[in-house]
């Protein structure tokens, strides 16, 4: 009897606060035609000072629960993908099991950089599939503008702030759920997109500070053409896995980091819109939760439908990109 692991709940959450293309004029030298036509971004949602990646989380999981019908106190098991934890410890899952249920349940964060929820929900298959827990939580959590160098325009731009949960659950008599991931990591990339300092290796001071390396760095043209080549690649290798080509695709659910990525992956697939699920535009990147994000909005639009073959992918710090292929329902 196979068990399979199927998505029975989906929550999202975005701040309210909504910071456009043209307050960022009055912030950085901008301007909203150039962000428009290099990313596609034309707003992103800023978290309150005081709004923590937790906050965020639990706002997306209760949606998630509810979705799935299930009370925290049922879940086995949490992973939180995030780049930007409440704290470097203890855990942002941890934090989360507080806030959501008194149950000592285990749980870990994971990062992997914007593919960390991909990482997640194959971590996560994989602990259902092979009959360690039956429903595990998986979120992806960041709070970018907590690490964003708003003098800095060449990032400032980008990003956003946002939050999606999963429920996983264990399922036997369905030929649902997550068929197939593909994970790649490649450390020699690492330097393109990094945190510098606030860890073990240069830890905070007032030279730290002062030089603003607590802001996160990156080389927006080598990241780019790394892009272009890792979303392809993942989704064949996805795919393949899972023993099925790009045309059996029903939805691709790229990472929403730059519209222009994404038009290279649709253009080297000769992919039909409809196939591609786009909300960068309102959302900006939010890293892990990019990819949530878009699945809700392509639910909410109808284009998401029980039995499509779904493909997420995704790129990110590390250097590390994957692929998940999922049968959709439940
Ligand atoms: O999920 C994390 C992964 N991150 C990414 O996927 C990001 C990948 N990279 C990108 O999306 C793009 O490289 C960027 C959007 C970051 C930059 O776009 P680009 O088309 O590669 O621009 P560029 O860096 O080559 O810069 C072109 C020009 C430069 O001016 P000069 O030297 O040609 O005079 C920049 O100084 O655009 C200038 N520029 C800006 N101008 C107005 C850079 N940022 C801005 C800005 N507003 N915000």
């Known amino acids: 009897m196979t068990i399979q692991a199927v998505v029975s709940g989906l929550g ?3 701040p309210s606060k909504v910071l456009t293309n043209h307050d960022l004029e009055r912030i950085v030298d901008t301007n909203d035609e150039w962000i428009l036509t290099r990313t596609g971004i034309r707003e992103r949602h800023i978290a309150a000072p005081e709004e923590t990646t937790t906050d965020m989380a639990l706002r997306a999981s209760k949606l998630a629960l509810a979705e799935a019908e299930l009370k925290a106190d049922q879940l086995d098991f949490i992973i939180v993908a995030t ?10 899952a941890a934090r989360l099991q507080a806030r959501l249920s008194s149950s000592p349940i285990p749980g870990f964060d994971l990062q992997a950089g914007c593919t960390g929820l991909i990482y997640a929900l194959a971590m996560g298959s994989t602990l259902i599939q092979n009959g360690t827990y039956r429903r595990i939580l998986l979120v992806g959590a960041d709070k970018l503008s907590s690490i964003t160098d708003y003098q800095d325009r060449t990032t400032a ?7 999606g949960a999963m429920v996983l659950e264990a399922k036997t008599d369905t030929d649902k759920g997550v068929l197939a991931s593909y994970l790649k990591a490649d450390g020699r990339g690492g330097d393109l ?3 510098p300092a606030g860890g073990s290796r240069l830890p905070a001071s007032e030279e730290t500070v002062r030089d603003r390396q607590h ?3 990156m080389n927006g043209n080598e990241t780019f053409r790394f892009a272009v080549k890792a979303m392809p690649e993942a989704v064949e290798e996805g795919l393949r896995a899972a023993g099925l080509t790009v045309d059996a695709m029903d939805l691709l659910v790229p990472h929403q980091a730059n519209l222009r990525i994404i038009d290279a992956a649709v253009r080297r697939f000769n992919l039909d819109p409809d196939r591609v699920v786009v909300n960068i535009d309102r959302y900006g990147n939010t890293s892990v939760a990019t990819i949530p994000l878009a699945l809700d909005d392509a639910r909410r639009e109808g284009r998401l439908k029980d039995g ?3 493909v997420l992918v995704a790129f990110g710090a590390g250097l590390t990109w994957g692929s998940n292929v999922i049968r959709w329902g439940h």
């Open 215 to 217: 802001f996160l760095k």
């Open 157 to 163: 731009v980008l990003f956003g702030d946002a939050a």
């Open 308 to 310: 499509n073959i779904v």
């Open 193 to 195: 997109l990094s945190l």
């Open 83 to 92: 780049n930007t934890p409440d704290t470097l410890f203890p855990s942002t």
């Open 12 to 14: 999202t959450y975005a």
